[in-house]
T-cell receptor, first 115, second 116 residues
Framework: AQKITQTQPGMFVQEKEAVTLDCTYD???????LFWYKQPSSGEMIFLIY??????QNATEGRYSLNFQKARKSANLVISASQLGDSAMYFC????????????FGTGTSLTVIP | SAVISQKPSRDICQRGTSLTIQCQVD?????MFWYRQQPGQSLTLIAT?????????ESGFVIDKFPISRPNLTFSTLTVSNMSPEDSSIYLC?????????????FGPGTRLTVL
């Protein structure tokens, strides 16, 4: 089974609007971490935000916030006040405690910010 | 955090040749990883490279095709051997570092490989 599922291959958002990128995950490990990465056209992977499975509050980092719904196994990324520079691929990833340091990546969502 | 550099940043190679990609981390790390990202796809883990031991390869990847070296705690190389056009991908090096988010993974800028 897929560990990480991103169902939106492509998304468009108007500049200055908010956008939600979906991510669901599958694990039986009670301890895990969820990550979002941004990959611009240059190819580098940029770490954005992290949510631990035991964290009580949703993670926030500037304009990025993670809508963590543990019972539904979802970890959606919310980008507020979108900027043109936010246009990129976005990958959701998970690390399970039991498998050590291996990361599982989703297939990604291509976000385009429209001026 | 960590700063990771890769060389070369891109290359165009002929079928049947080999290319060695270098990855340098600005701090000592125990675990380094090599990923492949084929055009329009997600990242696929090739192997985990631990210093002082043989690399651990994921299903579908073998040492003869992707030999890896890890001579010290800040450096690793990945060789793509006997290349074919199907090897055209971005190859990403990453390092696992314990930070606020537990074991975080930081990535190098990637190497864009085109095989003709």
């Amino acid at each position: 089974a897929q560990k990480i599922t991103q169902t939106q291959p492509g998304m468009f958002v108007q500049e200055k609007e908010a956008v939600t990128l979906d991510c669901t995950y599958d694990t039986s490990d009670p301890s895990y971490g969820l990550f979002w990465y941004k990959q611009p056209s240059s190819g580098e992977m940029i770490f954005l935000i992290y949510q631990g499975s035991y964290d009580q509050q949703n993670a926030t980092e500037g304009r990025y916030s993670l809508n963590f719904q543990k019972a539904r196994k979802s970890a959606n990324l919310v980008i507020s006040a979108s900027q043109l520079g936010d246009s990129a691929m976005y990958f959701c990833a998970m690390r399970e405690e039991n498998t050590g340091n291996q990361f599982y990546f989703g297939t990604g969502t291509s976000l385009t910010v429209i001026p | 955090s960590a700063v990771i550099s890769q060389k070369p940043s891109r290359d165009i190679c002929q079928r049947g040749t080999s290319l060695t990609i270098q990855c340098q981390v600005d701090s000592q790390v125990t675990m380094m990883f090599w990923y492949r990202q084929q055009p329009g796809q997600s990242l696929t883990l090739i192997a985990t490279a631990n210093q002082g031991s043989e690399a651990t390869y994921e299903s579908g990847f073998v040492i003869d095709k992707f030999p890896i070296s890890r001579p010290n705690l800040t450096f690793s190389t990945l060789t793509v051997s006997n290349m074919s056009p199907e090897d055209s991908s971005i190859y990403l090096c990453s390092a696992s570092i314990t930070g606020l988010a537990g074991n975080e993974q930081f990535f190098g800028p990637g190497t864009r490989l085109t095989v003709l």
